[in-house]
């Protein structure tokens, strides 16, 4: 058998390796042993097919000695001086795992035990990976490969609306409603001599088009692979020619009825009707309506320029249905697998009887060393394309005259930040309304409530809280030039991704309205806390005062039951109940208030010294008013 290894032994086959000496096992006799490749034609001597076997105690330590000159073995311990060694027929055989058993130390398991467990192999089933995804496969996704170096993972395609923007302090052209074919022949035109910014806004995650711009800009594969996962963190990580960053839009949106509107003409029949029906659908299948965008998306000249916070076209209008996608709520965004517990989740929201819920999308961007930013948006670009578009175009505003990629950026992330400030107004008036019902009327069904809003805020500060993080390591990157000197150097490759001091200045704005948002969460967060708590001490008053209630009335009735009990014994001679009932009443009367005031004493006590305190204080306070009236006077 060419290239194996084989072992050629001799043998010391004698009647004295079964009765060994043991009194000297600390040095046991080696064993010398030689190997040589099968290749080499070994001598012709009779093959013995089975190997000697010593049978020594288990007390014997055996040693291996290879000796490439002698090509013997001895196997034993101690052996008798007087004994001589015979030695054994030279034999050649394969070197195999069964022939080694008997040296190896190692108890091995039997080869014909059924094995308990089963090694996993699938792993769809299980959330947070993608389909395909095996432990130790190649990390991310290669543009130079058709598949990006995943042949197991699906292909994703969506039809993407991409536009483009160049834009100097003089000019600028605007590139909209571009198609994913169209992408690669638009990239391969030179970009304008005049602009000195260029920002590629992309609507809807395509392989196609990640692989384009990843050759055009020879972006990371790690960061196209986090593109594609809608499970990232928030982060900015620095690669050599650009930096990435990832954070999370959360913004309203309304649920649209998959049935027609009942128009006014129908009659009343009709009417009650279609509302039955509409219980029927809310009851059956709640949300499983689609979540639909804004208003259609419409060129950034035609738009509106909004200052400070803005209404949000996304979140109140019945638009059609976007290419058949639909947005992710609060609970289905990172959700586990367990679905039932999701929809039951969704189902019982307070945002629910609304018509409302709060939709999330990951949000890519990338900030090249040439003065390009590149972002990416699931379903959203619209809504912070239009703003950002309509100052562009304007030649006073401080993004379209600093002509800077990472000004770009900080208006990106601060327009995400500024459509979750209406989603921190939605829920404080949703715990408001709940905290009426828990003030007026208590029960457990708010509770309930309370605790799915809890766990919607909870993961609002789980999307919020790192995007203060991620603009702090944006601050921490700012540049050491002026900003003269890094406005002439923002189109060098050789300098790297500049953050601008004003872009610094401005970030820490973006700071302050996370902040800001963070703390206003925690607040409703422990409104939210502090009414469950207060639900059940109120049930708990409630519970406490219905024994007092049925104390009092056991306490009172406790003598009557007895007296009761005692005129209605069998006497032979009871001359008092043959007359008048007056006689009970002369006993029941002064024996119930002697009980009475003996089994409530301590109650009776405290509620005169009550009475007697709340009597000083009122004596106290027109005391206080007749001395400012005539302070005043």
């Not at 490749?37 to 000697?52: F, V």
């Not at 916070?309 to 959700?335: C, K, M, N």
């Not at 006689?583 to 405290?606: H, K, N, Q, S, Y």
Request: charged share 25%; with cysteine.
């Amino acid at each position: 058998m060419a290239g194996s290894s084989v072992i050629e032994s001799s043998d010391t086959a004698t009647a004295d390796t079964q009765s060994h000496d043991f009194q000297d096992s600390s040095s046991p006799p080696p064993i010398s042993t030689s190997f040589t490749d099968s290749s080499e034609k070994p001598k012709s001597q009779p093959h013995d097919s089975t190997p000697s076997t010593a049978g020594p105690s288990p007390h014997v330590h055996y040693a291996l000695k290879v000796d490439t000159n002698t090509g013997r073995n001895s196997i034993g311990s101690k052996e008798r001086r007087d004994t001589p060694t015979i030695p054994a027929p030279h034999t050649t055989r394969t070197f195999a795992r069964s022939d080694t058993a008997a040296f190896s130390p190692i108890v091995r398991r039997l080869t014909g035990r059924v094995g308990t467990f089963k090694t996993l192999d699938d792993f769809d089933e299980f959330g947070g990976v993608r389909p395909g995804w095996q432990p130790g496969s190649e990390p991310g996704a290669d543009w130079n490969k058709p598949d990006g170096g995943h042949a197991s993972m699906p292909t994703l395609h969506a039809p993407c609306d991409i536009t483009i923007v160049d834009f100097s302090e003089e000019h600028i052209l605007i590139q909209a409603n571009i198609k994913n074919e169209a992408l690669e022949s638009k990239l391969r035109q030179p970009q304008p001599r005049w602009s000195k910014c260029r920002w590629i806004n992309i609507n809807g995650l395509s392989w196609d088009v990640i692989k384009a711009l990843g050759a055009h800009k020879n972006l990371h594969k790690l960061a196209l692979e986090d593109i594609m996962n809608t499970r990232n963190r928030t982060k900015a990580e620095w690669f050599p020619n650009h930096t990435f960053i990832v954070l999370t839009l959360q913004k309203i949106v309304r649920r649209c009825s998959p049935e027609p509107k009942t128009h006014d003409s129908d009659d009343d029949a009709s009417r009650k009707s279609t509302k039955s029906a509409r219980s029927r659908n809310r009851v059956s299948g709640m949300f499983r309506g689609l979540f639909k965008s804004g208003e259609p998306r419409q060129h950034p000249e035609a738009g509106d320029v909004y200052g400070g916070i803005r209404s949000q076209p996304t979140g109140f209008s019945d638009a059609p249905e976007v290419d058949g996608l639909e947005f992710r709520t609060l609970q289905h965004y990172h959700a586990s697998p367990n679905n039932p517990r999701t929809e039951y989740m969704v189902e019982h929201s307070p945002l629910t009887a609304r018509e409302q819920a709060v939709a999330c999308e990951q949000v890519s961007l990338f900030i090249t060393n040439d003065n390009t930013i590149i972002s990416f948006f699931e379903l959203s670009a619209a809504d912070i394309e239009t703003p950002i578009t309509s100052r562009l175009m304007r030649k006073d505003t401080i993004i379209r005259q600093s002509c800077d990629a990472s000004m770009v950026g900080q208006a990106i992330i601060d327009a995400v930040i500024d459509l979750a400030i209406p989603v921190t107004a939605l829920y404080g008036d949703v715990i408001g309304d709940l905290e009426l019902d828990v003030l007026t009327r208590a029960n457990l069904d708010n509770t309930k409530k309370l605790y799915i809003l809890i766990t919607e805020i909870n993961k609002m500060l789980s999307f919020i809280n790192p995007i203060t993080t991620l603009i702090n390591a944006l601050r921490d990157h700012k540049t050491d030039m002026t900003q003269d000197a890094a406005t002439q150097k923002l189109q060098d490759p050789n300098h790297g991704v500049i953050i601008t001091p004003m872009t610094y200045t401005y970030l820490g704005d973006v700071l302050d309205h996370s902040v800001l948002i963070t703390e206003s969460l925690n607040q409703l967060k422990g409104s939210a806390e502090g009414m469950i708590d207060l639900i059940f001490n109120t049930v708990t008053v409630y519970q406490n005062e219905s024994m007092r209630q049925l104390t009092i009335v056991t306490v009172i009735f406790l003598p009557l039951t007895f007296l009761t009990g005692y005129f209605g014994q069998n006497f032979d001679i009871f001359p008092g109940i043959e007359g008048d009932v007056i006689l009970f009443w002369e006993i029941a009367i002064p024996v119930g208030v002697v009980i009475v005031l003996l089994m409530l004493r301590e109650t009776i006590w405290d509620y005169m010294n009550v009475l007697i305190q709340r009597r000083n204080i009122d004596k106290l306070k027109r005391h206080r008013r007749r001395n400012n009236k005539s302070k005043a006077a």
